[in-house]
């Protein structure tokens, strides 16, 4: 079972750039893999995922605006957050098919 650890969260402002990373200590290349979120006082939330051949989907609120991607050559999945908006402060989490999880990174969205 592979084990996963995200990086690359912060504070962020408004309308800015984030690039989080999810790290496997073995091969992803048969998993689906998901981000989700949860915020403060709020259930975890699924964000985004992508299939084994790279079909991605996402939650209608960051479509157009975060791209997940993946290595499976290097085990890594990313996330790329662009134009953030406060609602987007969470607790992001990496995934491999929804039954192994990193232990999160703090995404924090404010001037």
């Known amino acids: 079972q592979v084990q996963l650890v995200e990086s690359g969260g912060g504070l962020v402002q408004p309308s800015g750039s984030l690039r989080l990373s999810c790290a496997a200590s073995?091969?992803?290349?048969?998993?689906?893999m998901y981000w989700y979120r949860q915020a403060p006082g709020k259930l975890r939330e699924w964000v985004a995922q992508i299939t084994e051949n790279g079909w991605t989907t996402y939650l209608d609120s960051v479509k157009g605006r975060f791209a997940i991607s993946r290595d499976n050559t290097k085990n890594m999945v990313y996330l790329q957050m662009n134009n953030v908006k406060p609602e987007d402060t969470a607790v992001y989490y990496c995934?491999?098919?929804?039954?192994?999880w990193g232990q999160g990174t703090q995404v924090t969205v404010s001037s």
């Open positions: 995934s491999a098919g929804a039954l192994v």
């Open positions: 073995g091969s992803i290349s048969s998993y689906v």
